[in-house]
């Protein structure tokens, strides 16, 4: 059996709407709103850089 011709095609990028956890407090870092010994639990809300 052979697979559908839509599933080979890679040119498709979705742009995520979510980040992990480790992203987040990067992103939060860069921002300064994180800092070092601050919990990993119950961050603030980020969007994904564009």
């Known amino acids: 059996m052979s697979r559908h011709p839509s599933f ?5 990028v ?6 992990k956890r480790f992203q987040r407090i990067d992103l ?17 809300k980020t969007k994904p850089q564009a």
């Open 8 to 12: 080979g095609k890679t040119g498709i």
């Open 14 to 19: 979705k742009k995520r709407n979510v980040l």
């Open 28 to 44: 939060l870092r860069k921002q300064g709103r994180f800092k070092e010994g601050d919990s990993v639990y119950g961050l603030p």
